[in-house]
């Protein structure tokens, strides 16, 4: 995949974290940027950069992770996602790499296609970020195996006519029955969108959900000085 890409933050000083951010079908890196606006002064330690998908999609300079089609079926999406996330999984790793941040001081955040191609990297490579936002996001086949080395916020309008809120409740439900760590925020008479709330939900969580696997160890072990938990 071809690093193109905008540049959102970068810290004088070497980065302590790493925000990835991925753009819906149609849009571009350029306005999903503007997203990344609202987590840049809360983190100002964090290099926040916005990708752009790898296929051209709609009026230029629109791009996609994959093209959407009506009527996918789970299984129809899944291969359509499972055909373009090695590329994905190398984008994020490049960037750990570039910014000498490791998946432990890593988030991805994504809206619609963005989302699901955040979780579905995830999915496919355990590990590969500590914290997930999903804004109107879904899995195309459910998880069958969680890790709780990921923390994945599930950010959701209630009125979403384009994905379902259900499909949120269902990636939720079946994140708990894998031992995976997640959460669910549904957003009152919101659509598919991203409005205050939704990014009040999402900056409070990376300043303030503390992890799960801390509590796994009993709190015996503290937050990594890189971890997202340490984003304040």
């Known amino acids: 995949m071809k690093h193109q890409h905008v540049v959102v933050q970068s810290p004088a000083l ?3 974290q790493l925000l990835l951010l991925f753009h819906t079908a149609g849009d571009n890196p350029v306005s999903m940027a503007e ?4 987590f840049a002064p809360v983190f100002p330690e964090a290099l926040v950069v916005s990708l752009s998908g790898p296929l051209a999609c709609g009026p230029a300079p629109g791009r996609a992770w994959y093209i959407p089609a009506n009527e996918l079926d789970e ?3 899944q291969d359509k996602i499972d055909a373009v996330i090695p590329g994905v999984v190398d984008e994020v790793q490049y960037w750990q790499r570039e910014s000498g941040v490791d998946a432990g001081a890593t988030a991805l955040i994504g809206f619609s296609q963005g989302a699901t191609i955040a979780l579905e990297a995830i999915k496919a490579r355990p590990g590969l970020a500590s914290r997930v936002i999903s804004f109107s996001g879904r899995f195309a086949l459910l998880p069958e195996h ?11 309008g209630e009125y979403d006519d384009v994905v379902e809120v ?3 409740q269902r990636g939720y439900v079946a ?3 894998a031992g995976g760590d997640v959460t669910l925020d549904i957003v009152d008479e919101l659509g598919h969108a991203i409005d205050d709330r939704s990014m009040k939900f999402a900056l409070d969580h990376l300043r303030y ?3 799960r696997r ?3 160890d009993a709190l015996s072990v503290s937050p990594g000085k890189g971890d997202i938990i340490g984003l304040r």
């Open 166 to 168: 259900r499909t949120a």
């Open 214 to 216: 801390y509590f796994d």
């Open 14 to 16: 070497s980065a302590k």
């Open 146 to 156: 969680a890790t709780r080395d990921t923390t994945i916020h599930l950010i959701h």
């Open 175 to 177: 994140l708990l029955d």
């Open 209 to 211: 959900t503390i992890p």
């Open 75 to 77: 299984q129809t999406l």
């Open 35 to 38: 997203i990344g606006r609202w």
